[in-house]
């Protein structure tokens, strides 16, 4: 694969947090979820149908940021205006992210990227990657947890846009919906103690 | 109305803890979940839809959570076996929440009573409206969150068993979605520092 180098983008590399999860406790994570077999092979095909619209969802998703004041202020630099370094930077990971959403098979790499991503959206690490000193200093758990609906909802008509059947597009939005509600639940493990993850 | 006096259930009364959000907080947190008046109105219809089926969506949903020792495991008591009489009690109120999400105006009656939900399934107070001594403390919050996918996913089959059209089986199951993701995050408001949430 020839993807070109990424900024900040380090999974798979030994700057990555570990995730304090096992194995075993994973492993149940992803039974409650109910991501089996199918969901996967439904992501892959996802994974094809997104290939080259990946800039069209991004443009959706940061038009809904960018339209609301209390969203956008998370990309805030010091003086609390958005910051165009920080938007663009970020952008290329998350689009890297969506062909990493599709092509999951998670293992510990991914497990401990996870946690890493957390770790971006709290006081821990936001804004080191992209060298930004933001006026935000987290992103509020709320948001993070509510975001499910807005990523969840805007995919489906892009998945709908390659002629599959409409059982096929069920499909991956239901495969598409579990990988995300498995990967929020990982993101908050940061911000709560150890005993009440 | 003829709702038989549910033990435990406080929604509306003094009983009930307050929650922190302001108006403007949870005006913010109901867009960013894309809560609109279509939803209210697919939610007043799922109402109808659900009213007589309770029951068999209860089972479905106690099937799921007795069938695996790491979810039932949080419903035992003292001696860290499934107790009949929690099981039970926090039934009844589980069958009047699903009226409640379809029936919900999101006034501070119901927002209050969300933070008293999320406050149940914490050490602060979890057990103590069965009095219940439960060797599980607390809903661990990545269960709390992972379970946006079950009780989303199993609802949908019981939406679609009057008749209803396509759309408007999916206008109903998207307003679910919406509410259980609301929910959820409100509920995990007690699991961080305030600063966090
Ligand atoms: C479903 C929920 C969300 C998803 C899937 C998501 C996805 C992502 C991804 C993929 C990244 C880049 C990770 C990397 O560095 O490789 C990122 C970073 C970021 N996200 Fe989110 N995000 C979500 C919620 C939010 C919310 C609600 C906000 C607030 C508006 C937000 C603001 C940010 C910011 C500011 C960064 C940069 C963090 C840093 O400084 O490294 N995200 N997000
Ligand atoms: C989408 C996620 C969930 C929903 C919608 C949900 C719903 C509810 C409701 C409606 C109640 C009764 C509230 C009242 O007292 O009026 C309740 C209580 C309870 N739930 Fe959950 N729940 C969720 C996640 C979980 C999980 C993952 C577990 C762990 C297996 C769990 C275990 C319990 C227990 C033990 C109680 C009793 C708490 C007490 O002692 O008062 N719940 N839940």
Request: proline share 5%.
């Amino acid at each position: 694969m020839n993807t070109p180098a990424i900024p900040g983008y380090t999974l798979g590399t030994s700057n990555v947090a570990r995730s304090p999860l096992s194995d075993e406790e994973f492993a149940l994570l992803k039974q409650t979820v109910l991501l089996g077999e199918d969901d996967v092979r439904y992501l892959r095909l996802a994974g094809e149908v997104l290939d080259d619209q990946i800039e069209a969802v991004l443009d959706v998703w940061y038009g809904f940021v960018g339209s609301h004041p209390h969203l956008v202020y998370y990309f805030s630099g010091a003086d609390g205006k958005p910051n165009m370094d920080y938007l663009g930077g970020v952008r290329r990971r998350f689009g890297q992210w969506i062909r990493d959403t599709c092509a999951a098979n998670y293992d510990r790499a991914w497990l401990d990227y996870q946690y890493e991503i957390g770790l971006r959206h709290t006081s821990a690490k936001k804004g080191k990657t992209d060298g930004i000193a933001s006026a935000a200093q987290s992103i509020n758990l709320r948001y993070l947890i509510a975001f499910i609906v807005p990523i969840t909802a805007t995919i489906k008509p892009f998945l709908a846009k390659k002629g599959h059947s409409a059982a096929e597009v069920e499909a991956m939005h239901t495969a598409w919906f579990k990988s995300i509600t498995l990967q929020i639940t990982l993101w908050s493990e940061p911000y709560v103690a150890p005993s009440t993850f």
